[in-house]
């Protein structure tokens, strides 16, 4: 069992940058693909980003290529979303999420409760 709490949302305003992180409790943490999705009020949930378990591969939603970075930190069970440059469509609740194998759609076996990122105009 692998259990996520995702911290560091919050109003910000427009252009302007906020980091989420995401703790991880179980073993072998450097074992799991980590994620972040987003969800936005009457739309489906969405990739933003996902990094591999070592960290050498991410890769990202063409709609925050560019302006957001996912890292990780195996030794303290962390996954960071750095996310610059904001936008009001980037108003959402993030999720973070892990999975054995690195996959785009929400098929994933463990998630977060959300952190809700609003982003004013």
């Known amino acids: 069992q692998v259990q996520l709490v995702e911290s560091g949302g919050g109003l910000v305003q427009t252009g302007g940058s906020l980091r989420l992180s995401c703790v991880a409790s179980?073993?072998?943490?450097?074992?799991?693909?980590m994620a972040w999705f987003r969800q936005a009020p009457g739309k489906e949930r969405e990739f933003v980003a996902v990094?591999?378990?070592?960290?050498?591969?991410?890769y990202y939603a063409a709609s925050v290529k560019g302006r957001f970075s996912i890292s990780r930190d195996n030794a303290k069970n962390t996954v960071n979303l750095q996310m610059n440059s904001l936008k009001p469509e980037d108003t959402a609740v993030y999720y973070c999420?892990?999975?054995?194998?690195?996959?785009?759609?929400?098929?994933?076996?463990?998630w977060g409760q959300g952190t809700q990122v609003t982003v004013s105009s």
């Open positions: 999420a892990a999975n054995t194998i690195v996959v785009f759609t929400t098929g994933y076996d463990y």
């Open positions: 179980g073993r072998a943490f450097n074992n799991y693909a």
């Open positions: 990094i591999n378990g070592s960290g050498r591969n991410t």
